[in-house]
């Protein structure tokens, strides 16, 4: 993996992410993923913005402004999946992994897969519709095609987005402001990363040997936090990586932690 505060291009961010599997765009305190912003800055603290002497913000730190244009990039130019798709933060998942990832929903990776998910709400299904038949769409357009508040189509996004129906695509600068998020349907933006989809189980056990080969010694919740998993199933994803002898654990006041066996 890339040296921390080393990543100084888009191609090495790529490389960065492919290097390590899952990494989130900016870190957080509870999700043990090594971040984007750590391979570029150095430093799990944030520095965002440079303020003039009445502190009024006058434009993003270099650091942060590559980063805010690379998280776009990545997923545009398919170097990285991007989206809510598994820890609350924006994931990054480097493309070798886009079936394993894939693979938990148990769907055959079709463009209309979220037709066979039962437990997509009535907005959620539209929004999926209209993204099938429209083409990327940004929120702004999810919420004029299906005629919708933001807050409410915003959730749904959001919702679509861990459950990899829908996935980012780059962005929309046709509108005036800021541009947006594009957003497609996860099977048709990675259409030809879904070729012989593992088998769940297996996949399961390969993310939680991904997490763990990042070094960080972490608890059943920890893996389960970053993947957005029930802490029964991360649990018994440890176990057999343990059985394997892929990793070591011990108790510490009771609870159970894993690492990676040197």
Same mark, same amino acid.
């Given at each position: #993996?890339?040296? !921390?505060g080393r990543v100084r291009s888009l191609e090495e961010a790529a490389?960065?992410?492919?290097?390590?599997?899952?990494?989130? *765009? &900016?870190?957080?305190?509870?999700? *043990?993923?090594? +971040? =984007?912003?750590?391979?570029?800055?150095?430093? #799990?603290?944030?520095?965002?913005?440079?303020?003039?002497?009445?502190?009024?913000?006058?434009? &993003?730190?270099?650091?942060?402004?590559?980063?805010?244009?690379?998280?776009? @990039?990545? %997923?545009?130019?398919?170097?990285?999946?991007?989206?809510?798709?598994?820890?609350?933060?924006?994931?990054?998942?480097?493309?070798?992994l886009v079936r394993v990832v894939y693979s938990l929903t148990g769907?055959?990776?079709?463009?209309?897969? &979220?037709?066979?998910?039962?437990?997509?709400?009535?907005? @959620?299904? @539209?929004?999926?519709?209209?993204?099938?038949? =429209?083409?990327?769409?940004?929120?702004?357009? #999810?919420?004029?095609?299906?005629?919708?508040?933001?807050?409410?189509?915003?959730?749904?996004?959001?919702?679509?987005?861990?459950?990899?129906?829908?996935?980012?695509?780059?962005?929309?600068?046709?509108? %005036?402001?800021?541009?947006?998020?594009? #957003?497609? =349907?996860?099977?048709?933006?990675?259409? /030809?990363?879904?070729?012989?989809?593992?088998?769940?189980?297996?996949? !399961?056990?390969e993310l939680a040997r991904c997490v763990v080969a990042g070094g960080?010694? $972490?608890?059943?919740?920890?893996?389960?936090?970053?993947?957005?998993?029930?802490?029964?199933?991360?649990?018994?994803?440890?176990?057999?990586? +343990?059985?394997?002898?892929?990793?070591? /654990?011990? $108790?510490?006041?009771?609870?159970?932690?894993?690492?990676?066996? %040197?």
């Amino acid at each position: #993996m890339p040296v !921390r505060g080393r990543v100084r291009s888009l191609e090495e961010a790529a490389s960065f992410v492919d290097a390590a599997g899952l990494a989130l *765009v &900016f870190p957080k305190d509870d999700v *043990v993923l090594p +971040s =984007l912003w750590e391979a570029v800055a150095g430093s #799990m603290e944030v520095d965002w913005a440079r303020r003039d002497e009445t502190g009024r913000f006058v434009e &993003f730190t270099p650091a942060f402004g590559r980063i805010w244009r690379w998280k776009d @990039e990545l %997923p545009a130019r398919r170097f990285a999946c991007a989206g809510q798709h598994g820890a609350r933060p924006i994931t990054l998942v480097a493309p070798r992994l886009v079936r394993v990832v894939y693979s938990l929903t148990g769907l055959p990776g079709r463009p209309d897969d &979220f037709r066979q998910i039962d437990t997509l709400d009535p907005l @959620e299904r @539209e929004i999926a519709e209209a993204v099938l038949e =429209l083409g990327q769409l940004s929120r702004p357009r #999810m919420r004029r095609a299906v005629g919708s508040d933001k807050r409410r189509t915003d959730r749904a996004a959001e919702r679509l987005q861990r459950q990899l129906v829908l996935t980012n695509a780059g962005l929309d600068s046709s509108e %005036p402001g800021w541009p947006a998020v594009k #957003m497609d =349907l996860f099977c048709r933006w990675w259409r /030809s990363r879904l070729r012989r989809i593992p088998p769940a189980a297996t996949a !399961r056990l390969e993310l939680a040997r991904c997490v763990v080969a990042g070094g960080v010694e $972490l608890s059943a919740a920890d893996l389960a936090g970053a993947l957005g998993w029930r802490r029964a199933e991360s649990s018994a994803a440890l176990d057999e990586l +343990s059985e394997l002898g892929e990793v070591e /654990s011990r $108790l510490e006041d009771n609870v159970r932690l894993w690492s990676r066996r %040197p």
